[in-house]
């Protein structure tokens, strides 16, 4: 069973940044992509940003350009840094991890705010 800790949500002034970190462990697989998705009320998940173990990147449109996905593979963590931050970027985020097993887990969740 794979265990994932997520950090970094809050409140924060639309412009400003914020930092998400999720540590994965307890996998006896290899993780293949760890990623961050969002779910706004009444919206459905959509993806923030995804990194492979081989470092290829891929961003939602909505952040290209503002928002920087990066990943230890030693620490089997991932990292999401948000600057320029809207109040629509407002939702709770998601770590997502994929083993090499193609199964996903979820994390549970941190909110972020961006108040106007």
């Known amino acids: 069973q794979v265990q994932l800790v997520e950090s970094g949500g809050g409140l924060v002034q639309a412009g400003g940044s914020l930092r998400l970190s999720c540590a994965a462990s307890?996998?006896?697989?290899?993780?293949?992509?760890m990623g961050w998705y969002r779910q706004a009320p009444r919206n459905q998940r959509e993806l923030v940003a995804t990194i492979t173990n081989g470092g290829i990147t891929n961003y939602g449109d909505s952040v290209k350009g503002r928002f920087t996905i990066s990943r230890d593979n030693a620490k089997n963590t991932v990292y999401l840094q948000m600057n320029s931050l809207k109040p629509e970027d407002t939702a709770v985020y998601f770590c997502g991890v994929r083993l090499i097993t193609n199964s996903l887990y979820w994390g549970q969740g941190t909110q972020v705010t961006v108040s106007s």
């Open positions: 307890g996998s006896k697989f290899s993780i293949s992509s």
